[in-house]
C-alpha cells in the first residue's frame, strides 16, 4: 500500500507528541521545613531597612523522571537530610553575615534562589542527576512567599 504525503505527515506528529509527552511525565516529591533569622535590606526605604527576624517556611519540590529499585524518588528522609545543612547554616543568624547575603540582599526571593541552588547541587552528588529540583517556595510570613524556578 502506498502512503500518500498526508500520511507520512501525520506519523511523524504522532511521533512527536509521543516523545513530548512522554518527557513531561515526571515524578515529583515535596518537603518542608522551617529556620528563623533575622536580616535586613540594603538599599531598601522602610521598616525592613532595620535588622528584624522572621520564622520562615522553606518548601522544597524535586523532580524527576525515574523511581529508584524501591519505587521512590527520593526518600524523604534523605531529602530532608540534603536540605538540613542549608537550613542549619542560616537558622538564628544574622543572615546578611553569611555568603552569599554580605553582597546580595536576603530578600525572600534570593532566599528561594539560594535554597535552590545549594540543594541541587548536593542532590545531583547524592543522585547522580537522577533527581533534581524543581521549584523552591519561600514563607516569609504567613502570608507572603516568593518562589524560584528554573
Request: hydrophobic content about 35%; overall charge neutral.
Amino acid at each position: 500500500m502506498r502512503r500518500c504525503k498526508h500520511d507520512t505527515i501525520i506519523l511523524a506528529l504522532w511521533a512527536a507528541f509521543l516523545r513530548l509527552s512522554r518527557a513531561v511525565l515526571m515524578y515529583e516529591v515535596t518537603v518542608e521545613d522551617t529556620f528563623s533569622a533575622g536580616h535586613y535590606l540594603r538599599n531598601y526605604r522602610g521598616k525592613c531597612e532595620k535588622p528584624h527576624g522572621h520564622n520562615y517556611r522553606v518548601r522544597v519540590t524535586l523532580s524527576g523522571e525515574e523511581l529508584d529499585q524501591a519505587g521512590l524518588l527520593l526518600d524523604f528522609k534523605d531529602l530532608k537530610d540534603v536540605l538540613r545543612p542549608v537550613m542549619n547554616y542560616l537558622d538564628h543568624e544574622m543572615m546578611n553575615d553569611l555568603e552569599p547575603f554580605t553582597t546580595i540582599n536576603p530578600s525572600a526571593e534570593n532566599l528561594a534562589k539560594y535554597f535552590y541552588d545549594e540543594t541541587n547541587s548536593r542532590l545531583k552528588q547524592n543522585t547522580n542527576g537522577r533527581v533534581r529540583v524543581k521549584d523552591v517556595t519561600i514563607w516569609e510570613t504567613d502570608t507572603t512567599t516568593a518562589r524560584y524556578s528554573e
